[in-house]
Structures are given as C-alpha cells and as structure tokens.
Nanobody
C-alpha cells in the first residue's frame, strides 16, 4: 500500500517548462513500477511515461519523446516528470500511479495506486 501526492502543476506559456513531483508514503517505494498519466477534459486518461523500480527502464508515449523526462529518486521516495517545450495539447490533469510488478504497462487498469492529480495548463 502506497499513498501518492502530486505537485508542481501550474500555468505556463507554450514552449515553457514545468517539473512535476509525486511524493510517495506508506509503502516501499522502490518496489513499485511508477508511471505518469494525464487526462484532458472530455478525454480518457492516457499513459505519458513509465519507469521501472530501479529507474533503469523507461518508456514514453510518442508525443512526449524528446520533451519530457521521467525519473525517480528512491532515497527520497519521489517520482518526477520534467516537461520541456510544452504545447497547448499537453494541457491536462497529470496523475502519478504505482503498480506491484516488474513490467511498465500503459493501461490504466494495470495500476492500483493513484495520486489526486495536478493541473497543467499550457497557453498558446
């Protein structure tokens, strides 16, 4: 069991940068595969990036490759998402999620622990 809390969202102009954090507590953080998802109004929640337990395995959704970087600091029990070159289509509520397994998965159903979300708004 792990409790997740996102932070770092806000309003930025297109081309700007933002760094999201996800603080974990109540569980053994390094035992969880972690991921970032996002959900825009009227849209389904979609996978953004995932990272393996030790941080050596990383997978990105195609639209964010080269712009976003996912990383984790297991000593601080924290997951991060560095977002650069932001576009208006990146606007969404961003969620961190955790699963008890080895593989990074793209489906929402594969993750059982979720944060409350943090709003990212990118103006044109």
């Amino acid at each position: 069991q792990v409790h997740l809390v996102e932070s770092g969202g806000g309003l930025v102009q297109a081309g700007g940068s933002l760094k999201l954090s996800c603080a974990a507590s109540g569980g053994y953080f390094s035992a969880y595969v972690m991921a970032w998802f996002r959900q825009a109004p009227g849209k389904e929640r979609e996978f953004v990036a995932g990272i393996s337990r030790a941080g050596s395995g990383i997978y990105y959704e195609d639209s964010v490759k080269g712009r976003f970087t996912i990383f984790r600091d297991n000593a601080k029990n924290t997951l991060y998402l560095q977002m650069n070159s932001l576009k208006p289509e990146d606007t969404a509520v961003y969620y961190c999620a955790a699963r008890d397994d080895y593989n990074i998965m793209e489906s929402v159903s594969a993750y059982v622990y979720w944060g409350q979300g943090t709003q990212v708004t990118v103006s044109s």
